[in-house]
């Protein structure tokens, strides 16, 4: 059973740059032909896919955040990272990492609540 | 990208009833449509996939329909566990986009 964990900080100055990391266990992030992804959810709101990186290491963004995200791929640790700079209010989210096949999230982690506020 | 609309926003049923909720994509995504429920404090879980396969696990009274543009999911007989908020998902292009949602409460 594939399990995803997010982690970071839960506070983001105006700014700065969010940093989150998604620790996969029950599975090798490298196996499979999965895409590990990045999707947020404002309080009250809907959700949002920020964008995926497929095991080849080889990334997608969304179009509205591309030019502040980056998403990288650490095999050795199994995890996956997330860096989203430029920060502000309106970022504040929940951050969820999950597992897509193609485009269809399979697994999801439990997801973290970031806020950003001085 | 390719929006997504829910009807209804909400809906009060009762269990036993049957639930029926309808997504609308602004152009056409041939059957590439998820159906995700979530729960309040919790991630989503996704039902179907592929407009109208059933992801293992998940009760046989969900079902999905519909292509091209227009998509129902079905609840055919509601139960206590099934009170949650289903979103929509078009999987047919980058980035994926999820509808507004829909929240099912108790009548």
């Known amino acids: 059973q594939v399990q995803l964990q997010e982690s970071g900080p839960g506070l983001v100055k105006p700014s700065q740059t969010l940093s989150l990391t998604c620790t996969v266990s029950?599975?090798?992030?490298?196996?499979?032909?999965?895409?590990w992804s990045w999707i947020r959810q404002p309080a009250g709101k809907g959700l949002e896919w920020i964008g995926r990186?497929?095991?080849?290491?080889?990334?997608n963004y969304n179009p509205s955040l591309k030019s502040r995200v980056t998403i990288s791929v650490d095999t050795s640790k199994n995890q996956f990272s997330l860096k989203l700079s430029s920060v502000t209010a309106a970022d504040t989210a929940v951050y969820y990492c999950?597992?897509?096949?193609?485009?269809?999230?399979?697994?999801w982690g439990q997801g973290t609540l970031v806020t950003v506020s001085s | 990208d390719i929006q997504m609309t829910q009807s209804p926003s909400s809906v009060s049923a009762s269990v036993g009833d049957r639930v029926t909720i309808t997504c609308r994509a602004s152009q056409g995504i041939s059957s590439w449509l998820a159906w995700y429920q979530q729960k309040p404090g919790k991630a989503p879980k996704l039902l179907i996939y592929?407009?109208?396969s059933l992801q293992s696990g998940v009760p046989s009274r969900f079902s999905g329909s519909g292509s091209g543009t227009d998509f129902t999911l079905t609840i055919s007989s509601l139960q206590p566990e099934d009170f949650a908020t289903y979103y929509c998902?078009?999987?047919?292009?980058?980035?994926?986009?999820f509808g507004p949602g829909t929240k099912v409460d108790i009548k």
């Open positions: 998902q078009q999987a047919n292009s980058f980035p994926p986009t």
């Open positions: 999950a597992r897509s096949d193609w485009n269809y999230v399979d697994y």
């Open positions: 990186i497929y095991t080849s290491g080889s990334t």
């Open positions: 029950g599975g090798s992030i490298s196996s499979g032909s999965y895409y």
């Open positions: 592929a407009a109208s």
